[in-house]
Antibody, heavy 122, light 108 residues
Framework: QVQLVESGGGLVKPGGSLRLSCTAS????????MSWIRQAPGRGLEWVSY????????NYADSVKGRFTISRDNVKNSLYLQMNSLRAEDTAVYYC???????????????WGRGTLVTVSS | SYEVTQPPSVSVSPGQTARITCSGD??????AYWYQQKPGQAPVLVIY???ERPSGIPERFSGSSSGTTVTLTISGVQAEDEADYYC???????????FGGGTKLTVL
């Protein structure tokens, strides 16, 4: 079964850290770029980060640059997001998504997980 | 930062045609993609590369592009099409992925 399953969300205090995980199954994980996308409660989608298939290239939204780190383990078919210095505005459902690269930086997301909720509050 | 703009809401009656637009300067050079999201669910890709429809997506969903505006068209709208729709593209100069703010489609 082709799927992505996120885990690791929860309640964390401002300034704290959290590590999200995403486990892939049913497809060759190492063939794909992967991405994290988030959605604050009642708000729209916001791209967070993506990573190339071999981990050689990563990029981040300005809102998380320097605080979040994306990584992957192609042996474990897993994607990660290390989130540090968390702020209230990072509160959101975080989705793991499989990215299909069309041209260099232009990609789309053809498989999504169900998401994991991160709440940053004191 | 680069943005793409969608109308906040569109309303149509069942059986009519819904058109949702997305505007942005880079759309004349970059492909656009469309996602459907129903309450409590993850987004689903409905159109890719401006006009292509993934397998399993009904034929009533189509996409078009003209200059700096792309359009998602839903012909013969059904009640099950009521959802939020997001366009997505890229800012080629900055390597960023960008989503529109989303359009809530209401089926009257």
């Amino acid at each position: 079964q082709v799927q992505l399953v996120e885990s690791g969300g929860g309640l964390v205090k401002p300034g704290g850290s959290l590590r999200l995980s995403c486990t892939a199954s049913g497809f060759t994980f190492s063939d794909y770029y992967m991405s994290w996308i988030r959605q604050a409660p009642g708000r729209g989608l916001e791209w967070v980060s993506y990573i190339s298939s071999s981990s050689s290239y990563t990029n981040y939204a300005d809102s998380v640059k320097g605080r979040f780190t994306i990584s992957r383990d192609n042996v474990k078919n897993s994607l990660y997001l290390q989130m540090n210095s968390l702020r209230a505005e990072d509160t959101a459902v975080y989705y793991c998504a499989r990215a299909v690269v069309v041209i260099t930086v232009n990609c789309y997301f053809d498989l999504w997980g169900r998401g994991t909720l991160v709440t940053v509050s004191s | 930062s680069y943005e793409v703009t969608q109308p906040p809401s569109v309303s149509v009656s069942p059986g009519q045609t819904a058109r949702i637009t997305c505007s942005g300067d880079a759309l004349s050079k970059q492909y656009a993609y469309w996602y459907q999201q129903k309450p409590g669910q993850a987004p689903v890709l409905v159109i890719y590369k401006d006009t292509e429809r993934p397998s399993g997506i009904p034929e009533r969903f189509s996409g078009s592009s003209s200059g700096t505006t792309v359009t998602l068209t839903i012909s013969g709208v059904q009640a099950e099409d009521e959802a939020d729709y997001y366009c997505q593209s890229a800012d080629s100069s900055a390597s960023y992925v960008v989503f529109g703010g989303g359009t809530k489609l209401t089926v009257l």
